[in-house]
């Protein structure tokens, strides 16, 4: 069991460039999220998908999209970056969005220059 | 939204001291994990508790759901236990952390 899987692990981009962070869950979980971690911010929440087919913004979503692409799947889209992007992103599951345990992936440090 | 305070923000131990975390929120919770963010950034999962008390090894943690506070406590600490420990709480629907307390344990 992989747990939560995600690709790259790291990246730089220019400003306006844009990229998609994957993640992958092998868990058969429902409810997937994106998170990023500035330092001294904690973890704040992007978008979340409480079960496939559908997607909700979270605490910080400006500037990105994101497509639930099936029960496994969960991307993370920079249409066109910036330098505020420059963070850490992680992405979780759960098995529902309501009082279970989420698991986190290892997390894609993304540099924008 | 649910907001979430830990205490302290920085602690320095030397090994083979205790030491008591804590985590304050401000409405009912559903659900409350503990997490360590270890020196290469990853995040490990330490306790899923949102009410009462568990243990692992050197680690127990209790909440107090209707308070609204949780505990972490680490016995006889390792150099290893370094790095950041987060609270996290679910209140409607998602998951919100607190800013974590960074531990630093020395030999």
């Known amino acids: 069991n992989a747990g939560v899987t995600q690709t790259p692990k790291f990246q730089v981009l220019k400003t306006g460039q844009s990229m998609t962070l994957q993640c992958a869950q092998d868990?058969?979980?429902?409810?997937m999220y994106w998170y990023r971690q500035d330092p001294g911010m904690g973890l704040r929440l992007i978008y979340y998908?409480?079960?496939?087919?559908?997607?909700d913004k979270g605490e910080v979503p400006n500037g990105y999209n994101v497509s639930r692409l099936n029960k496994r799947e969960f991307s993370l889209r920079l249409e066109s970056a910036a330098p505020s992007q420059t963070s850490v992103y992680f992405c979780?599951?759960?098995?529902?969005?309501?009082?279970?345990?989420?698991?986190f992936g290892q997390g894609t440090r993304l540099t924008v220059v | 939204g649910i907001q979430v305070e830990q205490s302290p923000p920085d602690l320095i131990l030397q090994e083979g001291a205790n030491s008591t975390l804590r985590c304050n929120f401000s409405?009912?919770?559903?659900?409350l994990q503990w997490f360590h963010q270890n020196p290469w950034g990853q995040l490990i999962n330490l306790f899923y508790?949102?009410?009462g008390t568990k243990q692992n090894g050197r680690l127990s943690a209790t909440t107090v759901a209707t308070e609204r506070y949780s505990l972490l406590y680490i016995s006889s600490s390792q150099t290893t236990d370094s790095g950041v420990y987060f609270c996290?709480?679910?209140?409607?629907?998602?998951?919100?952390f607190g800013k974590g307390t960074m531990l630093l344990v020395s030999p």
């Open positions: 508790i949102p009410s």
């Open positions: 979780a599951s759960s098995e529902s969005w309501t009082a279970t345990e989420a698991f």
């Open positions: 996290a709480v679910l209140g409607y629907s998602t998951l919100t």
């Open positions: 868990m058969n979980h429902n409810s």
């Open positions: 409405d009912s919770v559903n659900n």
């Open positions: 998908s409480a079960s496939e087919g559908t997607t």
